[in-house]
Structure formats: C-alpha cells, structure tokens
C-alpha cells in the first residue's frame, strides 16, 4: 500500500526553524514529483515546494524562496523540508504529496497528485 507520512510540525517563534519530513513507503521507483503544500485556515492551498527525485531539481513558492529548502534521501525514500526564518505567515497545515513517475517542472497546480499525506502542523508565533 503506498502512503506518504509527514512529520516534524511543531510550534516555533518567528525567526526560528523547523525540519519537515515526508516518506513515501510501498513504493520503490525513485522517478518521481515530490510536493509540499500548505493550507492555512480559511486560504486557499499554497505550493510550497517540489522535488524530482530523479535528478534533485527543486521549485519554489514566491513567498518562501530562500527561507525554505526541499531535499531527499532516495535511499530513505524521504523528501525533507528545512524552514528558516519562519513567519507567523507560515503557519499552517503542512502537506506532501506525490506524482509518480513524474517530472516536477514547476507546477504545483492543474496537475494529477497520486498520494496525498495525512498532514502536519506547523504554527509560528510573533
């Protein structure tokens, strides 16, 4: 069964940092669009990141481009999230999301995602 399983969320201060994780289990091949998307309460969902595991190739959101990091361990079958610099704006439900088989080439949006994870939460205080 394949799934994908988000961890890391907490609660920080502004200006503080947190590392999201996201495994993807039941599924070996190492092709594939990684995605990170966010949803505050009331907004609209936000593409935060995206990863091709096939050959590292990352995309940004406008509003975390260069506070945010998207990385993998293929061998873990991982997808990480480094968040600097956090913003009481950050706060949110954080998600992963994979296309498989997929390249990533900046979409986040109008595109099919296969798995969707459970979500974490991640809350940023002024």
């Known amino acids: 069964q394949t799934q994908l399983v988000e961890s890391g969320g907490g609660s920080v201060q502004a200006g503080g940092s947190l590392r999201l994780s996201c495994v993807l289990s039941?599924?070996?091949?190492?092709?594939?669009?990684m995605g990170w998307f966010r949803q505050a309460p009331g907004k609209e969902r936000e593409g935060v990141a995206l990863?091709?595991?096939?050959?590292?190739?990352?995309y940004y959101g406008d509003s975390v481009k260069g506070r945010f990091t998207i990385s993998q361990d293929n061998a873990k079958n991982t997808v990480y999230l480094q968040m600097n610099s956090l913003k009481p704006g950050d706060t949110a439900m954080y998600y992963c999301?994979?296309?498989?088989?997929?390249?990533?080439?900046?979409?986040?949006?109008?595109?099919?995602?296969?798995?969707w994870g459970q979500g974490t939460q991640v809350t940023v205080s002024s």
């Open positions: 990863i091709f595991t096939g050959d590292g190739s990352t």
């Open positions: 039941g599924y070996t091949y190492s092709r594939n669009c």
């Open positions: 999301a994979t296309d498989l088989m997929t390249r990533c080439d900046d979409v986040f949006f109008g595109r099919t995602w296969d798995y």
